[in-house]
C-alpha cells in the first residue's frame, strides 16, 4: 500500500512539473488575448509572433530600433486587471533588455506615441514565475514612449 502511495506521489510531483507544450501554450494566450479584447472592444492589430498591440497615438518623433534607449511610462497587468507593475515616473532602459514583447512592441510607435501592448506568455516571462506573475501569463501594457535615445 505504501508503495501506491508513493508511486501516486512521483506520478503526480512528475507530472505537475511538466512544461506545457509550446502549441497548446499559444493556443490558450492566443484565447485569453482574444477574449479580452473582445470584453473591452479594442481594435487590436497582430504580428506574425502573435502580439497584438493597440496604437492610441502614434506619436512623431524618432521611432526606437532594438538598439535604443527609451524612456516610458507604463502600467502592467494580467488579463484580470491585476497590476503587477507601474511606472508613473519616467523610467529609462535599453530595449535590448527587456522582453521580447517589448522589444517588437516598442518600436511600432514613435517618440510621443501611446501603445497597449497584448504580449502572449512565449513573448514575455514564459514558463517563469516572476514576482507576482504567474508562469505562462499573458502580459498587457499601456505604454507611453516618451523619449528615444
Known amino acids: 500500500m505504501r508503495g501506491i ?3 501516486a506521489i512521483l ?3 512528475l507530472n505537475s ?9 499559444a493556443a490558450k494566450d492566443q484565447k485569453i488575448i482574444e477574449e479580452y479584447i473582445a470584453d473591452k472592444g479594442l481594435n487590436a492589430q497582430t504580428t506574425e509572433s502573435g502580439l497584438y498591440y493597440v496604437i ?3 506619436g512623431s518623433g524618432s521611432r526606437p530600433t532594438i538598439d535604443s534607449t527609451v524612456t516610458v511610462k507604463y502600467k502592467g497587468f494580467l488579463s484580470d486587471e491585476s497590476v503587477f ?16 514583447g517589448w522589444q517588437e512592441g516598442i518600436p511600432l510607435i514613435n ?6 501592448l497584448l504580449i502572449p506568455s512565449r513573448l514575455g516571462y514564459k514558463d ?8 505562462y501569463s499573458v502580459l498587457i501594457f499601456d505604454v507611453e514612449l516618451l523619449e528615444v535615445n
Not at 511538466?18 to 501554450?25: H, I
Not at 507601474?86 to 527587456?98: D, G, H, I, K
Open 17 to 25: 512539473c511538466k512544461k506545457e507544450d509550446p502549441e497548446t501554450q
Open 56 to 58: 492610441i497615438n502614434q
Open 5 to 7: 502511495f508513493l508511486l
Open 111 to 116: 517618440e510621443g506615441g501611446k501603445i497597449t
Open 128 to 135: 517563469q514565475a516572476v514576482g507576482s506573475i504567474p508562469a
Open 85 to 100: 507593475d507601474e511606472a508613473t515616473t519616467p523610467v529609462t532602459f535599453s530595449l535590448r533588455n527587456v522582453i521580447a
Open 11 to 13: 506520478f503526480f510531483g
